[in-house]
């Protein structure tokens, strides 16, 4: 369950998310001829342009500057340039330099239109890499329906102490509406501009079932850290973890753990970040859940989360490892499983306004393999379990940073025992809000 409510996807975008170095290539041959040509004509922008041009495709950010700044020694008007200037600077992490470039790009009332934009783009990303805090706050809520809200089987044959048995109607699969709502939080507060940083985030969740009670839902999860930046690019992270989930208004478990991070930019190409976390849990019964306690055990989770952009086409993906050790074997598993989606952003105007848009197509898969049989329901048969997941997100500003979000999943559980496989559709909609 837990492993369903993780983050599938980092959100990187913006002009300002480009602001990893590149990887540096050899020289291409005619470098030297180039600088050795803008030394002899140091009035030709044109020469002096691809000079800074070849510096920055191979690191060279220093040269890089010198050239476009003997540009503007020429001519003063080059609102490009000087983006170019305030873009090489934020790569420095010279942020205050990188800002006077940036807002003299955009003075005067002949700059074009996509200038401006990546200006503010930057100009934004500068204000918050120099704030003493940043924070962010998700907010969802609305409603759900889904075919299968008690994950009962899809046939009432299963099996029962190795023998075929056929299911009580009343715990096959059901329909069912839910009202939901979510938080998601995190704070940073920065202690210097390497990028360390005390950070700690909160995700919290309620849902309640229309008649199916027994599942209503409510999980609160709690995280706090120390970040330690390694250049502008990349960092890693060690924290601690906690969660407490109810299910069926009663508590169903509390965990505690920690984990570590590590995280990079990888050039213009994007982020890469991989966890692993370990936790303790433990799960308590109830009216509903009788032998949750069986499950109480240890879960170690390693993941590899990517945010790509090239050229057009923008994915995430999320490849994880689940390692679970419960008091009872047959509750144990191993489980692998990818998530990808691709996110496709656009603006449209709306009533006279534009107004952006993101529809993200997903799908995943999971394999879990239990460790041991469960006699309760076959003593000689080991529980094999394939997940496939497909879906959509569909994001729409209504006004400023607020949105509506509809999001469609269809989930099929293949197994080596009847019980266990399940399908559902479910569908969402609702309002969000960010800032």
């Known amino acids: 369950m837990m492993g369903l409510l993780t983050a599938t996807a980092l959100a990187v975008s913006g002009a300002a998310a480009q602001q990893g170095a590149p990887t540096p290539v050899s020289a291409p041959p005619d470098y030297d001829a180039l600088f050795a040509q803008m030394y002899q004509r140091p009035s030709d922008l044109d020469v002096s342009f691809k000079f800074a041009h070849e510096a920055v495709a191979r690191g060279d950010y220093e040269a890089a500057i010198g050239a476009l700044e003997r540009m503007l020694f020429f001519n003063p008007d080059l609102p490009r340039v000087k983006l170019e200037l305030g873009v090489l600077y934020f790569k420095l992490a010279s942020y205050e330099i990188a800002r006077g470039y ?30 003493p805090y940043e924070y962010s706050v998700f907010l969802h809520s609305g409603m759900r329906y889904q075919t299968n809200a008690n994950i009962g089987p899809n046939g009432l044959q299963v099996r029962a102490l190795g023998q075929d048995a056929i299911l009580d109607p009343r715990y096959g699969k059901k329909p069912d509406w839910n009202t939901f709502q979510t938080v998601a939080a995190t704070y940073a507060y920065k202690l210097n501009l390497r990028g360390d940083a005390i950070e700690t985030s909160f995700l919290g969740l309620n849902s309640r079932q229309m008649t199916q009670s027994r599942f209503n839902l409510g999980l609160v999860e709690v995280t706090a850290g120390h970040r330690v930046g390694l250049g502008q690019d990349s960092s890693f992270k060690y924290y601690a973890i906690g969660d407490k989930v109810w299910l069926g208004d009663y508590s169903y478990f509390n965990a505690l753990g920690g984990g570590l991070s590590a995280r990079t930019q990888l050039g213009g190409l994007g982020l890469v ?76 105007p709306v009533f006279g306004a534009p107004h952006a848009f993101v529809f993200a197509p997903t799908v995943g898969f999971s394999q879990a393999n239990y460790e041991a049989p469960n006699f309760i329901v076959d003593p000689v048969i080991v529980r094999r379990d394939q997940e496939y997941r497909y879906g959509a997100i569909f994001d729409a500003q209504l006004v400023d940073n607020v949105g509506l979000r509809t999001q469609v999943t269809y989930t099929k559980i293949d197994s080596n025992l009847p019980n266990y496989r399940t399908n559902n559709l479910s569908a969402s909609i609702g309002p969000t809000l960010r800032f």
């Open 273 to 348: 970040e991989g966890y692993v976390e370990t936790r303790h849990r433990r799960f308590s019964d109830s009216n509903y859940f009788p032998t949750a306690s069986d499950q109480t055990g240890d879960l170690l989770t390693a993941a590899i989360l990517t945010d790509f952009r090239w050229g057009g086409v923008h994915w995430t993906t999320r490849a994880g490892y689940d390692s679970n050790k419960a008091i009872a074997d047959y509750n144990s598993y191993k489980r692998y499983s990818i998530d990808v989606a691709l996110p496709i952003e656009f603006v449209l």
């Open 102 to 131: 940036l807002l003299d790009a955009i003075k005067g009332g002949n700059v074009p239109a996509d200038i401006r934009a990546q200006v503010m783009a930057y100009l934004l990303e500068i204000d918050r890499r120099m704030a």
